[in-house]
C-alpha cells in the first residue's frame, strides 16, 4: 500500500478578526504550508479540498474554495485547473476535507494533494449568520424527532432539555450527557473543571490560541454559568481561523531535499463514522472509529503518545478519553484527575488549549488539531512538547444525530 505523508502543515492565529475575510484566511495559510513544506511554490499540487461551513451566510455556496483560491491562481501562486472539492460536515469539515486529500494519494490519484479549513464564527454586525451556520449542524426538517429524543433524555439524566438565550442548542445537548455521566459514573463538576482548567492553562504556550490565560480548577467553577454543570470557560468559544496540511506521496518524498524528509509525517490511520440516535448507555461513533484506526494502524490505545480531541465543552474530553480506549467506560474523570492528561503524564490530552482555550473555528478545526499533533511529532512544539513523542491520535466529530456527532474523523500519525 502507498505510504502518505503530511508533508506541510499551517494554521492561522484563533480569534475574533472582523476585519480579516475569507480570502485573507486562505491566503495566510496557504503561504503558511508551502513554507512549512520548504517548497517556492505549489506547482506539483493535483487536488485540493476545501472546507468551510458559514460562507453561505454571507452569500457565497457552491464554488467557496474556488472563490477564496482564485486570487492565488491569478497572481501565479496556486496552480491552474486544479480541481477544488467543497466539503462540509460541521465541525468535523476539515478532518473531512483531509480525509479526502489522504485518500487522493493512498489511491495514486495524484502525488500532492492540498486540504484547507476556513471559517469565521464571529459576526457582530449579523449575529442571525452566526446563529443559521450554527442551526446546519441539526436537522431542519424533522426538528420533532430530536426533540423528542431529548426530552426522554432529559428525564433519563435529570436534566429537562430546555435551550435558553446566550448558547447555542449543542451546549444544551453536551450539558444533558455530562448530567447522565454524571449520575451513570460518579463523573463531578470538579473533574470536568479540572480539564477545562488544565486545556486553557496549557493555551498560555500556544501563540496561536484565542485564549491564553490561566485559570485554576475553582475560577471555572465559578464563571458564569452555561448550561449546568457547564459554565463558560467549559465551553468552546465564537471565532475565526483557518488551518492546512499539505499530504504527499512517499514516491514524491523521496525526491525531495533531506530537510524536507526529516520534517515529514506518516499518516498512519484515517477513519471515518457516522452518527445515529443511539442509547444512552451505547458507546459513540468515535469508539467504533477509534478501533478501526487502531486496527489499521497496527497500534493500541496504550501506544499512543499524545491526543487533540473535540471538547467543544470540557466535559466531551472526559467522554472521548474513554471512547477512545484511554481508560474503562465512566472512568474519563478519573483519567483527568489523576493527571494522566497533563504534560508529563500517560496520554497528554489537548496541549494545544483545546477547542474551549485554543479556540474553534468550526470548519478549521480539525486541520487546527493536525498542526499541533505535526508541532509535537517533528519536537517543534516548545514548552508543551511531549517529550519522544512518536505516535498521535485526532479525534474531531462535527454536526449532531441525537447523542451522537453527525460525522467523526479518527486519525493517527507516526513520526517514522
Known amino acids: 500500500m502507498t505510504d502518505v505523508y ?11 478578526f472582523p476585519d480579516r475575510s475569507f480570502k485573507d484566511l486562505t491566503r ?3 503561504l503558511g504550508v508551502l513554507a512549512d513544506a520548504g517548497l517556492a511554490n505549489g506547482n506539483d499540487i493535483g487536488m485540493a479540498w476545501f472546507g468551510n461551513c458559514g460562507m453561505w451566510t454571507d452569500g457565497q455556496g457552491s464554488i467557496r474554495g474556488q472563490v477564496c483560491l482564485t486570487p492565488l491562481v491569478r497572481e501565479g501562486l496556486f496552480p491552474e485547473r486544479v480541481p477544488v472539492i467543497n466539503v462540509e460536515g460541521g465541525c468535523a469539515t476539515a478532518s473531512i476535507a483531509l480525509h479526502g486529500a489522504w485518500k487522493d494519494v493512498l489511491s495514486g490519484q495524484t502525488d500532492l494533494s492540498i486540504a484547507f479549513g476556513v471559517e469565521k464564527t464571529f459576526n457582530p454586525a449579523h449575529p442571525e449568520r452566526t446563529k443559521a451556520l450554527f442551526d446546519g449542524g441539526i436537522d431542519q426538517y424533522d426538528p420533532e424527532e430530536w426533540l423528542a429524543y431529548y426530552a426522554a433524555a432529559g428525564e433519563a ?22 448530567a447522565w455521566h454524571m449520575r451513570t459514573h460518579g463523573t463531578t463538576e470538579r473533574q470536568i473543571a479540572m480539564a477545562c482548567a488544565k486545556n486553557h492553562n496549557a493555551s498560555v504556550h500556544n501563540p496561536k490560541a484565542q485564549y491564553r490565560f490561566p485559570l485554576t480548577v475553582d475560577e471555572v467553577l465559578a464563571d458564569r454559568p452555561v448550561s449546568w454543570p457547564l459554565t463558560r470557560s467549559m465551553c468552546a468559544p465564537i471565532g475565526d481561523g483557518a488551518a492546512a ?14 530537510a524536507v524528509r526529516a520534517r515529514a509525517v506518516r499518516i498512519a490511520a484515517s477513519t471515518m463514522t457516522a452518527g445515529k440516535y443511539r442509547q444512552l448507555d451505547e458507546p459513540g461513533l468515535s469508539q467504533l472509529a477509534a478501533e478501526r484506526a487502531y486496527k489499521a494502524a497496527g497500534v493500541t490505545p496504550q501506544d499512543i503518545d499524545l491526543a487533540e480531541v473535540h471538547d467543544a465543552t470540557s466535559f466531551c474530553e472526559i467522554y472521548q478519553s474513554e471512547m ?9 474523570g478519573r483519567l483527568v484527575e489523576s493527571g494522566a492528561t497533563t504534560l508529563g503524564g500517560s496520554i497528554p490530552i489537548n496541549l494545544s488549549g483545546g477547542l474551549v482555550s485554543k479556540g474553534h473555528p468550526v470548519g478549521a478545526t480539525g486541520l487546527s488539531m493536525i498542526d499541533e499533533l505535526m508541532l ?3 519536537g517543534e512544539a516548545g514548552p508543551r512538547q511531549v517529550s519522544g513523542a512518536r505516535l498521535a491520535l485526532a479525534e ?14 479518527v486519525m493517527i500519525l507516526q513520526k517514522d
Not at 439524566?157 to 455530562?178: C, H, L, N, V
Not at 496540511?245 to 533531506?258: E, F, H, N
Not at 474531531?396 to 474523523?409: I, L, P, Q, R
Open 245 to 258: 496540511a499539505l499530504v504527499c506521496s512517499g514516491a514524491w518524498l523521496a525526491r525531495q531535499p533531506a
Open 28 to 30: 495566510e495559510v496557504y
Open 6 to 16: 503530511i508533508v506541510g502543515s499551517y494554521s492561522s492565529a484563533f480569534g475574533k
Open 324 to 332: 477512545l480506549g484511554f481508560c474503562a467506560i465512566g472512568e474519563g
Open 396 to 409: 474531531n466529530g462535527g454536526g449532531v444525530m441525537g447523542f451522537d456527532e453527525a460525522a467523526c474523523s
Open 157 to 178: 439524566s435529570g436534566k429537562p432539555f430546555e435551550p435558553g438565550p446566550g448558547r447555542t442548542i449543542f451546549m444544551d445537548t453536551y450539558a444533558m450527557q455530562a
Open 376 to 378: 509535537q511529532l517533528r
